[in-house]
């Protein structure tokens, strides 16, 4: 694309000495005192379309030829230079300014070179050979107080008119060169926030996994144990015993397949550490006053005998959001409020944010998994989060239906 960008670029000169020719006709044709005597105005204007063509190759010697319009123009008995050389005296300088601007950041691989350094030379050129034409112009008005008044200020016009212009061929660029930079990092940007956000997702789904492989091997540990004591009440070597200790086989190899296949997930060994349960919510919430965030606690329905998987994810789930409460608004008073239903759980916080506190945002750092996090744990049992900004304060609600997970 910036090849591309180039190329098209590199036809400006030529489509601009077309234009000029264009209108330094249409000058003569339709100027009286031009169409009278067209040969001093039309090799004026020959020299500003050869010097605003050979700018685009060689921008400070085709600013030079545009200029050299001026003296040409009043050296064959004109007043000043044609309309087409001072909207040259324009183009050029600032074509100049804009090809040879020192790219933003400098590019510090190639080496430097006065030719390609020096894009002020292009105005400078351009001031000289003002100064040249007023000085001819000058010369056939005579040495009068208004002849020498006229040189000055043509020499302060076209001066101020080619400087000028390569200012605006500087700034130009260097726009250009920032707004790509600003491109590419943006996309950049975009490109790291993908793959955090898909970091994310794959650490929370780990997580999620040892969580499931507690539960469904707890739950098929149990059911293990209660077939052995149905298969003890049975005479020994009937068909239902039988039956049974296959059953018990299976189920004890399903717990060794859940351990080979999800227990390399674990980081650490963690038999001995207090399992994750949402009736542990007091402890979680002590821990954070621990910490410095003023919550309150409130709690209606039973929240024992909620299913292993739901259990452990809404006890995460309340973990991360009272996590991200104390990163983002510090020590905001919070409160949550846990709702128990026969077919749903349901859990609430909502901080109140200090009046200097900024609005907070949910974590996405190495730290914590924020929505992303709790939207992968809800999504596994169909359930519903919300979560944004109030007047003062910021509200994640997670409903969490008690059934199997989908």
Do not use: K
Not at 104 to 118: E, K, L, N, Q, V
Not at 321 to 335: D, I, Q
């Amino acid at each position: 694309m910036h090849r591309t960008l180039a190329r098209r670029a590199a036809l400006l000169p030529w489509a601009a000495a077309v234009t000029l020719a264009v209108i330094g006709v249409a000058e003569i044709l339709l100027d009286s005192a031009f169409s009278a005597a067209p040969a001093v105005p039309a090799a004026a204007l020959a020299t500003v379309v050869a010097g605003t063509a050979l700018a685009g190759r060689f921008p400070i010697a085709g600013s030079a030829i545009v200029a050299a319009a001026f003296p040409v123009a009043v050296a064959g008995g004109l007043n000043g230079p044609t309309g087409a050389a001072v909207l040259g005296f324009f183009l050029a300088p600032g074509w100049a300014g804009y090809q040879r601007a020192a790219s933003w950041p400098p590019d510090t691989s190639r080496p430097s070179r006065f030719w390609s350094a020096g894009s002020w030379l292009a105005p400078l050129a351009a001031q000289l050979m003002a100064s040249l034409g007023t000085w001819i112009a000058g010369r056939a008005a005579g040495s009068t107080v208004g002849g020498l008044a006229a040189m000055a200020w043509e020499n302060l016009f076209f001066g101020l008119l080619c400087w000028g212009a390569w200012g605006v061929g500087l700034l130009a660029r260097r726009l250009q060169d920032r707004a790509e930079l600003l491109a590419r990092l943006t996309t950049a940007l975009d490109a790291e926030r993908d793959a955090r956000e898909h970091a994310i997702v794959a650490e929370e789904r780990q997580r999620i996994a040892r969580d499931m492989h507690d539960a469904v091997a707890h739950s098929i540990s149990v059911m293990v144990l209660q077939l052995g004591a149905v298969r003890a009440t049975l005479p020994a070597g009937t068909p239902q015993a039988e039956m049974l200790q296959g059953v018990e086989r299976l189920g004890r190899e399903s717990v060794r397949e859940l351990h080979t296949l999800v227990g390399i997930l674990r980081d650490t060994p963690d038999l001995l550490v207090a399992q994750p349960s949402i009736a542990r919510a007091e402890e979680l919430v002590a821990e954070l006053r621990a910490a410095g965030l003023p919550v309150e606690l409130t709690v209606d329905g039973d929240l024992t005998g909620v299913p292993r998987a739901q259990d452990i994810s809404a006890y995460r789930v309340l973990q991360e959001a009272l996590t991200n409460v104390l990163r983002h608004a510090g020590t905001a008073a919070t409160s949550v409020h846990l709702h128990r239903a026969t077919d749903r759980l349901t859990l609430t916080v909502d901080n109140v944010l200090p009046p200097t506190a900024p609005a907070p945002t949910p974590a996405l750092d190495g730290g914590g998994h924020g929505l992303i996090g709790m939207r992968e744990r809800i999504a596994v049992f169909s359930g519903t989060l919300t979560a944004g900004a109030r007047p003062g304060g910021f509200t994640v609600r997670a409903s969490f239906p008690l059934g199997t997970a989908s």
